[in-house]
């Protein structure tokens, strides 16, 4: 392996409420808006068995990341051999020379303290073996960069949408001319989102994660009122079984459809990753200050994300005919008289993505000085500063400058890139890490960030669903691409 690093301490701290919110702003993103579609195709009970599950797994890895940070921090701290590696001394070392506990003093208990942050970058080289940490970065950089690009397009398309109301019909490379206001026409405007977004948004990327606590208090409250509204009209066209116009119709409760297999892959496809965090847990749990309640933290988190995917998903198959659904959920309100709860509505992925778009490009920004650590060194700090930062957030802005498709991106970053963040990545570190301090601090050691789903027998749980995962998402995009599939199996798909 070669060398251990603790990236940063933290000096800013924050409450295990904050750190609540972080992970629920983190993990309730604009990808939820595609689940009542797809939950409506698959019928309502097949669809909550396998919504339940996808929250059950991602809590267990949830713990197995939790678990693997508290290792990584005890095995920085008695691992001698590893730490007296030579390696230039820098302001970052010496903070972590003054916080990590002597090997020979240090307990087992004051060992696993989670206080410095490792990044999954860290901990994989940390545990795994160097063709496993080139797999590591292949994988969490390719989804991060994609993230980021999706999230690049997607915001300033969705305010071009409701500025010009014209702005549905782009394609990949062909700018469309229809004028949205003055002279100014949709590719034109798209640019201009896109440059505000930038401009707005980058200056977040160069600092912590705690400087956008203001922004997530705010964007969180932006999407409880979207998820009530939504939850709260769909409810009440399902007492009146009254419509917003001629074309819409509430259907009767014998015809939504209860269960249908063949729906199951679509449902998987777009939701799978509807409870990720994984990849930004080191960033938001690090600084909280207690960290005794982390279980209980993330518990809450799940079971409230939980009961609002299952709210949005239910009152959405019951108020709209499934095949009215419109595989962005806040479209189906265009209709709604009420013209300003209408726009707002249409606003909900600009607030939702414009919120976890500065913690992606940290998260990214963070991993890429832990793969260039040995440049990054030679650098002056404050060079270092600028050069990661905009090496995580500008490629995606060039991207987003020069196309607006990005279907197969979303592809490949979401469906594969992403079952190894979510359960692969976490159960591996958690076993691998196991068994690095079993071997310096005997195999009776006490963590107590340990998963409470302890033991070898979950890992190789997890990590066959994740086979069984890539299996169906696999074969959902191989029936996209084939006509005769889709209608074949996916028969009611418009």
Not at 436 to 451: C, E, L, P, R, V
Request: some cysteine; hydrophobic content about 45%.
């Amino acid at each position: 392996m070669g060398r251990l690093r603790e990236l940063a301490v933290e000096t800013s701290t924050y409450s295990t409420q904050m750190g609540g919110i972080y992970v629920f702003n983190l993990i309730v993103g604009a990808g939820a808006l595609a689940m009542p579609q797809a939950f409506g195709l698959s019928g309502y009970l097949a669809g909550s068995i396998l919504l339940a599950v996808l929250a059950i797994f991602s809590f267990i890895t949830v713990t197995f990341v939790n678990e693997a940070m508290a290792m990584a921090n005890a095995y920085a701290r008695n691992a001698p051999s590893e730490r007296s590696v030579q390696q230039p001394e820098t302001e970052a070392t010496r903070l972590i020379g003054a916080v990590s506990l002597p090997s020979s003093s240090g307990s087992s208990k004051s060992a696993f303290d989670i206080r410095s942050r490792m990044e999954m970058g860290a901990m994989a080289e940390m545990f795994f073996s160097k063709f496993g940490v080139q797999l590591f970065y292949t994988c969490i950089i390719v989804y991060l960069y994609g993230d980021l690009c999706i999230y690049a397009v997607a915001v300033p398309k969705s305010l071009r949408r409701v500025v010009c109301g014209n702005g549905n019909s782009t394609t990949t490379g062909a700018p469309d001319d229809a004028i949205c206001f003055g002279d100014i026409n949709n590719q034109h405007a798209y640019y201009v989102f896109l440059t505000l977004f930038a401009v707005l948004l980058g200056p977040f990327c160069y600092t912590n994660v705690q400087k956008t606590a203001y922004l997530q208090v705010f964007t969180t409250g932006m999407r409880w009122m979207t998820f009530a509204m939504m939850i709260i009209i769909a409810i009440i066209g399902i007492a009146s079984g009254a419509g917003f116009d001629g074309k819409d119709t509430v259907p009767s409760p014998s015809a939504v459809p209860i269960a249908d297999v063949s729906g199951l892959p679509t449902l998987f496809g777009c939701s799978i990753y509807s409870f990720m965090c994984h990849h930004s847990l080191p960033s938001l749990v690090t600084p909280i200050k207690r960290k005794d309640n982390l279980n209980t933290m993330f518990i809450i988190d799940f079971l409230l994300i939980s009961g609002f995917y299952f709210l949005l998903c239910y009152t959405a198959v019951f108020r709209f005919d499934v095949d009215t659904l419109q595989d962005l959920y806040t479209l189906n309100f265009q209709g709604y008289s009420v013209k300003f709860v209408s726009y707002f509505l249409a606003l909900f992925p600009v607030f939702t993505l414009s919120a976890n778009f500065p913690i992606i490009a940290i998260t990214l920004r963070n991993n890429l000085m832990t793969l260039l650590h040995g440049p990054a060194q030679r650098l002056r700090p404050r060079v270092a500063k600028l050069l990661f930062p905009t090496l995580a957030i500008g490629p995606p802005i060039i991207v987003a400058f020069f196309t607006e498709n990005v279907s197969m991106l979303v592809s490949i970053t979401g469906s594969y890139a992403g079952v190894g963040i979510q359960y692969v990545i976490p159960a591996l570190l958690c076993y691998c890490g196991r068994k690095k301090i079993a071997a310096i601090m005997g195999k009776d050691f006490q963590n107590k960030h340990k998963s409470i789903f302890g033991g070898v027998t979950m890992v190789w749980v997890v990590l066959g669903w994740s086979v069984i995962c890539v299996a169906l998402v696999t074969f959902n995009h191989a029936c996209d691409a084939s006509e005769t599939c889709k209608q074949a199996v996916f028969h009611k798909k418009k």
